[in-house]
């Protein structure tokens, strides 16, 4: 009987078709046959598969930027491009990442716009079932110590082109939420670790189909294994491994750090103003007066109170004010390199900067642009939570045997685990994965609370949408009440002809206000008497 294996991607390229065209046999890379055993087996999703990879340890970096020059950026690029090697222009690309001050603040910018906004699950459909599996993916998200980190992280291959996470599970490991029916119990493979993949550690397969695969570091390499990893795609033309705001930022970057290394020059030479003295030459012939006269100069050029005589004057050079200032040619690069690099990375051409122009809410259109620039990022990490989600569906719904394979039934069927998600909502596995929800960031305009109220006043009194009440003591920023005694009341509110005014908080709960058949009101006392 055939197995269904898990070392077999959900979204892969589509398979080569032979005979048609030509393609270098040495294109394609070798594999490591017993490293994807090893990956495929149900021990490496409890474990750890990426920590020993090659070509180099994972603290061990290349150091490319201490030594690069448009020469070496050009080969990196090149070997990119022709042989899908990534080590050298992986660790150019964290070297910048880490130094650059505007590539990093930028980059940290955008990742807090949209991993900073508010996170939700959004089902597949409106289904009590697609509802209920888009809360336990909720729940599994929340359980993932640093999920925000990781989802953060992820974002580097904005940079780079393309980011990985791998992912560890808890086997048989509980999870309780509370679903549309009620409290659910799912017992199975739930994620509990994310950690970050260094792009260093991959190898593009060009042969295959342009395919990603992991460097084992003993001259053959890996797929990677569905469920084991989460993979982000830039948004950018062209093929991922040449993707990424890198490839014309690096450029920009060796440019801005020459100019700032000969105005650190013009800074030593011209920057401190040097103390000299003028005198006579027969008051300098004087040993004594002489000796007096250098006291007094290095006084004065320490900032300490000083004493000398009209016939000795102390002066201080001049720097040239082109060189040095904020006006000069070095700072002029430095500013409009920066303004470079910002547009690249969050889309916004005017910032604060040594150049002193302007600021990134000057403008209207210039607000649209970084945010459309953050939908694009949310929208990528959106679609990447996607997939992963519905492998860690297939995974907790289904039993997986020692070797990795999915235990199948006399029809061909994997066996649904019990306990699992798909079982719980009465679903085969591929009905669940179906409805397989997305992770979403809100990522908005900042408005103020009370446009923010109204907009929540229009979507339920207007519209009659479901709003969720966490979602707006969220969306507000307002703690809830401890309880109901603690609850503010709001404003009285009249609930019907000669009724008595209770308050808001009072007339959501629900009160009884039945007249008699004279007419009066038993619920209120006074109309009572």
Known sequence: MSKRRLDKPRAMRPPVVPGVGRMPPAMNLPKDLPGQAAANSRAALTGTIT???????????????????????????????????????????????????????????????????????????????????????????????????????????????????????????????????????TRGYTPYKMQFVHNKHTRWNLGHGEQLELDTGSGGFITLPPGKFLVYESDDDFAIRNRGYMTAAVWLAGIKS???????????????????????????????????????????????????????????????????????????????????????????TLTTEISGTGSYNASETHADTKQQRALASERNLSSSTREAFREMIRLNSAIIEENGNMRLLDDGAPELNPNGIAAKCGLTIEQACALAPRGRWRVRREVTPQVRIQMLDTAVNKLGMAIDVDDVHQELGLPKARDKLSRVPGMPTTLAQGAMAISTQEAIQGVENTPTETGEDVSNPAAAQ
Request: aromatic fraction near 8%; proline fraction near 6%; glycine fraction near 10%.
């Open 258 to 348: 020459g100019a700032w290394g000969r105005w650190g020059v013009v800074l030593d030479l011209w920057g401190i103003p040097t103390p000299y003295g003028l005198c006579d030459i027969e008051l300098w012939q004087d040993e004594k007066r002489r000796g007096e006269m250098l006291l007094a100069l290095q006084d004065f050029g320490k900032g300490l109170p000083t004493v000398f005589t009209k016939d000795f004057q102390i002066q201080s050079s001049t720097a040239p004010a082109s060189a040095v200032d904020s006006r000069g040619m070095h700072a002029a690069l430095i500013g409009s390199i920066n303004l470079e690099i910002s547009k690249l990375i969050i889309g916004s």
């Open 51 to 185: 920590q020993n990879l090659g070509p180099v340890q994972p603290n061990i970096s290349m150091n490319p930027l201490g030594k690069s020059t448009p020469e070496k950026i050009g080969s990196y690029l090149k070997q990119v491009y022709v042989q899908g090697l990534m080590l050298q222009w992986a660790c150019l690309v964290e070297d910048i990442c880490r130094y650059d001050s505007q590539i990093k603040t930028c980059q940290k910018t955008h990742r807090d716009t949209v991993v900073g906004s508010p996170f939700s699950v959004e089902p597949a459909d409106s289904s009590d079932d697609a509802q209920t599996i888009a809360t336990w993916c909720r729940a599994a998200c929340e359980q993932v110590p640093g999920f925000d980190r990781s989802m953060g992280r992820l974002l580097l291959g904005n940079a780079g082109g393309y980011a990985i996470e791998e992912i560890s599970y808890n086997v048989d490991k509980p999870l309780t939420f509370r679903g549309p029916s009620g409290w659910v119990t």
